[in-house]
T-cell receptor, first 112, second 111 residues
């Protein structure tokens, strides 16, 4: 009974490629997020969607494009991957009325 | 902008108490959280406290909030080896719950 799931768990790819990471939550939450955790474990929010609408868009290169087909899914597409994109990407979800975010297991992206 | 800071490393002996500290700058913080990240895993919410509270206790965990000094601490009583992890302090000022995380404190428990 996975609450927040991400695929793939690991992603190794070459510079310049385009890749997608998928996130799904079965908690019935209305808000979903993408976070990036760098090699020093620093965690920073990238995007937030509430009811399929973009709410938070931090200073992220426009090579990163989130897409929310429905409330339960928030995918992250990355164009023209760069070495600096190597990190762990975490998806999270919450219910707007409750201040608690539930995190997925993370996707470890390595760009060579 | 918001800033949340923590010391990077803490080492304690099994059975002792651990105290992890955190300072934040946003005076409009409404909720303050503690998350735990075990190696290779995602973040697990341990506990949270509303900004109008001073203290919250949950089994071995005690959270203290000094709102005047913008200081948050997490005390783990009777620390066990399974408590070894990175602990993140985080704050939210509300507004669609933008959460700002601290730099994380790596807790090492020595048997």
């Amino acid at each position: 009974d996975t609450a927040v799931s991400q695929t793939p768990k690991y992603l190794v790819t070459q510079m310049g490629n385009d890749k997608s990471i998928k996130c799904e939550q079965n908690l019935g939450h209305d808000t979903m997020y993408w976070y990036k955790q760098d090699s020093k474990k620093f965690l920073k929010i990238m995007f937030s969607y509430n009811n399929k609408e973009l709410i938070i868009n931090e200073t992220v290169p426009n090579r990163f494009s989130p897409k929310s087909p429905d409330k339960a899914h928030l995918n992250l597409h990355i164009n023209s991957l760069e070495l600096g994109d190597s990190a762990v990407y975490f998806c999270a979800s919450s219910q707007a009325s409750v201040e608690t975010q539930y995190f997925g297991p993370g996707t470890r992206l390595l760009v060579l | 902008g918001e800033d949340v800071e923590q010391s990077l490393f803490l080492s304690v002996r099994e059975g002792d108490s651990s105290v992890i500290n955190c300072t934040y700058t946003d005076s409009s913080s409404t909720y303050l959280y503690w998350y735990k990240q075990e190696p290779g895993a995602g973040l697990q919410l341990l506990t949270y406290i509303f900004s109008n509270m001073d203290m919250k206790q949950d089994q071995r965990l005690t959270v203290l909030l000094n709102k005047k000094d913008k200081h948050l601490s997490l005390r783990i009583a009777d620390t066990q080896t399974g408590d070894s992890a990175i602990y993140f302090c985080a704050e939210s000022a509300g507004g669609y719950q933008k959460v700002t995380f601290g730099t994380g404190t790596k807790l090492q428990v020595i048997p």
